[in-house]
């Protein structure tokens, strides 16, 4: 029995020598569970990329950002084109009239400085450029910007404009000119454009439809009013 009780206190001193472990004798273990604990906390959670322009979707499909309308600046014409001229040209383009705006100079005799044209899209610009193309050097066509197109006027072949007028010519001569034409008299307005030499006046009438513009241009060009010959212009 002595030996028994001398091999516990044996057993028990060992135990009670043993060095004891507490949170104070690992400083470097408080240190790295506080680190972890603030990196985690200052982490943003994250977010998703911002869509690209134009990538919103429309009606549940996206579209790229390219499609749209685009506008080009057709040149390359002679004075009397017409607009069916042009829209012969573009057959198979998918443009309609109501595309087509014509740009005149105001030097000169007022001739055209080209037909602006509004493309649905760009596969439609693309069928032009193939459609001029095939139509020789003659044609040229070129990318416009908007700003271009929204302030012109279109005249749609409703307007003509009396070249040549002599200098004391007023409202009522050209009532008389234009007598049997179907047209607004409140519309006369006179122009004076800079030609290669002294100015020249011009008388701009505007008419009830495209078909009697073309009637009075049929019957009265190139007649006479106050002496002087007058040549008609149907803007476009």
Request: glycine fraction near 6%; include cysteine.
């Amino acid at each position: 029995m002595s030996l028994i009780r001398n091999a516990i206190r044996s057993s028990f001193s060992l135990r009670t020598s043993d060095p004891v472990i507490s949170r104070n004798s690992l400083p470097f273990l408080q240190e790295s569970r506080k680190c972890l604990s603030t990196t985690v906390a200052e982490q943003p959670p994250s977010s998703p990329s911002p869509p690209l322009p134009g990538s919103f979707p429309v009606d549940g499909i996206k579209k790229p950002a390219s499609e749209g309308k685009l506008y080009g600046k057709f040149s390359g014409f002679s004075k009397h084109t017409l607009r069916s001229d042009v829209m012969n040209i573009l057959e198979g383009c998918n443009v309609t009239s109501d595309d087509l705006k014509f740009s005149y100079m105001r030097g000169g005799n007022l001739n055209p400085a080209g037909v602006y044209v509004q493309f649905p899209s760009r596969s439609s610009y693309d069928s032009a450029m193939r459609a001029i193309a095939k139509k020789g050097r003659l044609y040229r066509l070129e990318r416009a910007t908007q700003s271009q197109w929204d302030p012109i006027v279109p005249y749609q072949g409703k307007v003509v404009a009396l070249h040549g007028l002599p200098p004391n010519a007023i409202i009522e001569d050209i009532d008389r000119f234009l007598s049997g034409c179907l047209y607004h008299p409140g519309s006369i307005q006179f122009l004076t454009i800079q030609g290669l030499g002294s100015p020249k006046r011009v008388a701009l009438v505007r008419f009830t439809s495209q078909t009697q513009a073309m009637n009075a241009y049929i019957t009265k060009n190139r007649n006479f009013l106050l002496n002087q010959r007058i040549t008609l212009q149907v803007l476009q």
